[in-house]
């Protein structure tokens, strides 16, 4: 079943997303929260952090295990998904950085890498809550439109869509990375809940298609319209072509 809730701008979609973040934090403190990078989650994060100041929020018994990284960046890389993560949350709260994981983008061989990370997820006993962004060619993590939807860990080559929406954090062109590590499908699938953030009319076209058009690895968002429970939130301008649909 897929929820909507319509946000009024970026901060009440961050700040709904939070709400909801923490909820399952308080139902379950040792609970495992799948993350997510990119612009859209960074208010989410902001949220989050302002209510560990206040006292809402305790992260001690936290494990967290993020979606994707870099090939060929390592952790302390200021452009890698970790440092992401370390600057907008992970330094943020009191989460046990030995419990948050995030794909090793310096291991070489992809096998190795991608055997690890599984093992991590396996360890965990499995993600309780994963937020998402989405890309605008509908991928989630880092799972490209293709011919089929990767069940697990796997080396994927970046779309020139995406290498290009990415370099805007990069200085020169060169230097941004064209594969990455990411969960597959299937991880994000077995996942008990999911929490998608969309904002901006330039997710318009590709919310619609993620979640009124084919269920079709070339969107591979749309496989989330047979999960069974999916909130997505997003602020009107998002929204704005589903309006009548929801
Ligand atoms: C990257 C990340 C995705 C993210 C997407 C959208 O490609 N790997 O996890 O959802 O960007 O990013 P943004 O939120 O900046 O639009």
Same mark, same amino acid.
């Given at each position: 079943?897929?929820?909507? /809730?319509?946000?009024?701008?970026?901060?009440?979609?961050?700040?709904?997303?939070?709400?909801?973040?923490?909820?399952?934090?308080?139902?379950? &403190?040792?609970?495992?929260?799948?993350?997510?990078? $990119?612009?859209?989650?960074?208010?989410?994060?902001?949220?989050?952090?302002?209510?560990?100041? !206040?006292?809402?929020?305790?992260?001690?018994?936290? +494990?967290?295990?993020?979606?994707?990284?870099? *090939?060929?960046?390592?952790?302390?890389?200021? @452009?890698?998904?970790?440092? =992401?993560? =370390?600057?907008?949350?992970?330094?943020? /709260? @009191?989460?046990?950085?030995?419990?948050?994981?995030?794909?090793?983008?310096?291991?070489? !061989?992809?096998?190795?890498?991608?055997?690890?990370?599984?093992?991590?997820?396996?360890?965990?006993? $499995?993600?309780?809550?994963?937020?998402?962004?989405?890309?605008?060619?509908?991928?989630?993590?880092? !799972?490209?439109?293709?011919?089929?939807? &990767?069940?697990?860990?796997? #080396?994927?080559?970046?779309?020139?869509?995406?290498?290009?929406? !990415?370099?805007?954090?990069?200085?020169?062109?060169?230097?941004?990375?064209?594969?990455?590590?990411?969960?597959?499908?299937? @991880?994000?699938?077995?996942? *008990?809940?999911? #929490?998608?953030?969309?904002? $901006?009319?330039? *997710?318009?076209?590709?919310?619609?298609?993620?979640?009124?058009?084919?269920? +079709? &690895?070339?969107?591979?968002?749309? /496989?989330?319209? #047979?999960? &069974? @429970?999916?909130?997505?939130?997003?602020?009107?301008?998002?929204?704005?072509?589903?309006?009548?649909?929801?």
């Amino acid at each position: 079943m897929i929820e909507f /809730v319509i946000a009024d701008d970026y901060d009440d979609m961050s700040r709904k997303a939070a709400d909801i973040i923490s909820a399952q934090i308080a139902s379950k &403190p040792d609970c495992v929260l799948g993350l997510a990078t $990119g612009s859209t989650p960074v208010g989410i994060y902001a949220c989050l952090a302002e209510k560990y100041n !206040n006292g809402e929020l305790d992260f001690t018994h936290i +494990t967290s295990l993020n979606l994707d990284e870099f *090939k060929g960046l390592s952790h302390d890389d200021k @452009n890698s998904y970790y440092h =992401y993560m =370390y600057r907008n949350l992970f330094s943020k /709260v @009191n989460i046990d950085l030995n419990r948050a994981f995030v794909p090793d983008g310096s291991i070489e !061989n992809a096998d190795e890498a991608c055997r690890r990370y599984e093992k991590n997820i396996a360890d965990t006993g $499995g993600i309780d809550l994963q937020l998402l962004g989405l890309g605008h060619n509908g991928h989630i993590g880092f !799972n490209e439109p293709s011919d089929v939807f &990767p069940k697990r860990t796997h #080396l994927v080559n970046l779309a020139e869509s995406t290498i290009s929406a !990415n370099s805007r954090f990069f200085t020169y062109k060169k230097d941004v990375p064209k594969q990455a590590y990411t969960m597959g499908i299937g @991880n994000i699938m077995e996942s *008990k809940k999911i #929490l998608m953030a969309v904002s $901006g009319t330039d *997710k318009a076209d590709i919310v619609r298609k993620a979640f009124f058009g084919d269920i +079709t &690895p070339n969107v591979p968002a749309s /496989v989330l319209q #047979l999960h &069974p @429970n999916v909130t997505v939130i997003g602020d009107k301008a998002a929204f704005s072509e589903i309006t009548d649909y929801i």
